[in-house]
C-alpha cells in the first residue's frame, strides 16, 4: 500500500490549496478513504472521509463549509479543495485507508501565516 500526499504549501489566511493523494498497491474504489491533519504539538485529527463511490461525505465540524473531499476512482487519488484556510488549519496532511488513520503515507505541510 502506497499513499503520496502532495499540494501542501504556504498560504495566507482566506487562500485556498488542493492537495492531491496518490493510492497504489490496493483496489482503492472499494475502500472509504481518509484525510487526517496533525498540527504541531497535537494529536492526529480526522478531517473528512469519502465512500467508496463518492455518495457519503463527512467533514470535521471545524471545517464544513470550508473543504471539500473528492475522489477520482479511475485514477486512485484522493482530493482535498481547502478554502478560506485560517491559521489554526495549518498542520501536516494525511490520506489514509482506515478510520484510525494507521495506514497513512507521508504528509504534505500547509502553512496558513501571513
Known amino acids: 500500500v502506497q499513499l503520496q500526499a502532495s499540494g501542501g504549501g504556504l498560504v495566507q489566511p482566506g487562500g485556498s490549496l488542493r492537495l492531491s493523494c496518490a493510492a497504489s498497491g490496493f483496489a482503492f474504489r472499494n475502500y472509504v478513504m481518509y484525510w487526517f491533519r496533525q498540527a504541531p504539538g497535537k494529536g492526529l485529527e480526522r478531517v473528512a472521509l469519502?465512500?467508496?463511490?463518492?455518495?457519503?461525505?463527512e467533514y470535521v465540524e471545524s471545517v464544513k463549509g470550508r473543504f471539500a473531499i473528492s475522489r477520482d476512482n479511475a485514477k486512485s487519488t484522493l482530493y482535498l479543495q481547502m478554502n478560506s484556510l485560517k491559521p489554526e488549519d495549518t498542520a501536516h496532511y494525511y490520506c489514509?485507508?482506515?478510520?484510525?488513520?494507521?495506514?497513512r503515507g507521508q504528509g504534505t505541510l500547509v502553512t496558513v501565516s501571513s
Open positions: 469519502i465512500s467508496g463511490g463518492s455518495l457519503r461525505t
Open positions: 489514509a485507508r482506515d478510520s484510525a488513520g494507521r495506514v
